[in-house]
């Protein structure tokens, strides 16, 4: 049976091995990360619209040789650094709720020729276009503190019934190619301690 749920990486990279989780650096070796970078997705897949789940990754760490590849996927399970979700219902939610998606590029808005496709990347430099939908939670997601109450807030300003549950769906389904070309990654919601002096 397979298992249809996707399979997301969790944190940023800060250096080689060490994977950014929250407020805590996690070092990787080698194998580990070359299966956390694979979990990120490949471009057919991203240009076939596959959805990439965790026989994606397994498979693609085979051909890539990295041996023990099921295993390592649950090791960084055990980490933190792999999530398996549904793309819509409870589990989601709960996902949702305890996670953020940061934007690492810029936005760089639609034009009259394309006006339903929004660019993101660096100036004068598109990476990669994305719907309306993806591209308003993608720009906006960074001054939230979780996934959801970013859906909720894009929900409410388009204040015309929208269900933040269908953008959520829609979102996580949308978000292996933004993560691919490092147009944003997923954190933990964290919040970070005053210090007193």
């Not at 299966?35 to 997705?41: E, M």
């Not at 789940?53 to 295993?71: C, F, P, Q, W, Y």
């Not at 993608?138 to 269908?166: F, H, I, R, Y």
Request: charged share 20%; net charge negative; proline share 5%.
């Amino acid at each position: 049976m397979t298992d249809e749920r996707l399979m997301l990486p969790i944190g940023h990279l800060v250096d080689s091995g060490q994977v950014r989780r929250g407020a805590d650096v996690v070092e990787l070796s080698e194998r580990q990360y070359a299966v956390w970078a694979l979990a990120h997705g490949s471009l057919p897949a991203v240009q076939e619209q596959f959805a990439w789940r965790r026989e994606s990754i397994v498979a693609l760490a085979r051909h890539t040789g990295v041996a023990d590849a099921a295993k390592l996927v649950d090791e960084l399970r055990d980490l933190g650094l792999l999530a398996a979700i549904p793309p819509d219902g409870s589990e989601a939610l709960e996902f949702a709720r305890g996670h953020r998606v940061a934007p690492l590029m810029l936005g760089l808005g639609n034009t009259a020729a394309e006006p339903g496709r929004f660019a993101i990347g660096f100036l004068g430099q598109p990476v990669l276009h994305v719907d309306f939908a993806v591209y308003d939670l993608w720009q906006w997601s960074a001054m939230d503190d979780t996934l959801w109450a970013t859906c909720q807030s894009a929900a409410d300003v388009a204040g015309n019934g929208l269900d933040p549950e269908k953008l959520l769906a829609t979102f996580l389904s949308a978000l292996h190619p933004l993560l691919l070309v490092n147009a944003a990654y997923i954190d933990v919601s964290f919040r970070l301690g005053v210090v007193n002096a």
